[in-house]
């Protein structure tokens, strides 16, 4: 699909389709003077077809319609834009996909027009059209076979009134780029995606983009004394593998950090096993961290940041066997320090223990880890919020980089008192704490793997999937926050 910022109005434009936006009104919408030349264009059909749907304009509501004849424009989607003091780049993102979900599945629109206001300026919206169309339309159709495959058949997109914006949207689409990526890792299941085939999905990237990779195996793990990590790896088949990818731009690097995703492939909650249904059954994306740490990757790779950046991930399953992790087992971390196992469960920790222990020993001024960590977190911020703990200034720039993705992230507090509740009489420590204020205690706990190094903890549980096709998702994986990582790294 291309899509590109045209100069043309929409009364000198024709195609399949043309996507017009209005703002909401509690009256039934007339035809604005900027669109007369495009309603006598089309003989009054227009303002026809805003008075027959009664169209208002509400945010994300959309009506297609047909135009008879041999009108130069064959359909007309109706889009509404919402308030207009409200009209911001997030809304035009939104609104961009609420035009792609309206003609995805409309096999004879091959071009469409799009012709919404310009808000903060010309580039910007492009960009922001361009995610918006771009994510709405996908649909991860990998694993269907025969003749019910629907793929849209828009092949080209034209952004009206706005010239040529082609940076802006080159940049758009890289970003998607890198969150399909990881939405594609998430929707894998685990007999597609385990920790060796990752593997040979991040060599992919590493190939592509001139990427430095390197693989510790069981053996190196130990070298390290990655105790935490090896301990839940202990009961799967397929070998743990620690993922260590490195972007390095031309010339000195104006600054060098570390991504650290969490990276369970499959997660039955070892002998704390998961019930049965729908909870056992989404745990493929239980390495929605490492999805989001590798689609972020793909993006910056493409983009050449004169920044350096470390993806790393400490890939396993959590699996149950004779071997296996055990309630009341005791494991000694990288750096030294030992955890009671007290819920098989929380193991997701235990990788970003040393993963974060290693992170820091390379030296990088800022790390940020991102984990699909604890079900506390989406019970205190729900499905489209993302927890947020650690240093203020580095989560700041995180926030502000959210703005721009429009990922939504929430800054929870690092309460030390609540570390009480991880101690334990054999242990330096617990993996798991009291259940109120669970979400806190799990980023206090990833903080005891941190020494001077400006950390972050986003806790993607919530955002990670989605349930149902929604503004830019598709129900299942969602890519984020590949956008906030990458307009972070930018900044």
Known sequence: ????????????????????GFFSSEEVISLPESLGALDRKLSGAVAEILAETEFKGKSGSTSLNRIGGSAAIKKVLLVGLGDEDKWDSKAVRSTAAAIAHAVKSDKKIATLAVNLPVSEDAATTAQMITEGITLGLYTDNRYKSGDDIEEPALETVDILEIGDQSAAIALGTTLCEGTIHARELVNSPANVINPVTLVASVKELADEYGLELTVLGQAECEAQN??????????????????????????????????????LTFDSGGYNIKPSGPSIAMMKMDMGGAAATFGAAKAIAALKPDVEVHFISAATENMISGSGLRPGDILTASNGKTIEVNNTDAEGRLTLADALVYAEKLDVEAIVDIATLTGACVIALGDDICGLWGDDELADAITAASDKAGEKFWKMPLESAYFESLKSPIADMKNTGARAGGSISAALFLKEFINDTPWVHLDIAGPAWSEKEADIYSKGGTGFPVRTLVHWVLS
């Open 1 to 20: 699909m291309k899509i590109q910022g045209i100069a043309q109005a929409a009364a000198d434009w024709s195609g399949d389709a043309i996507a017009l």
């Open 226 to 263: 990655m105790g935490a990590y090896l301990g839940v790896a202990e009961a799967t088949d397929h070998p743990p593998q620690f993922i260590h990818l490195v972007y390095k731009p031309e010339g000195t690097p104006r600054k060098k950090v570390a991504i650290v995703g969490k990276g």
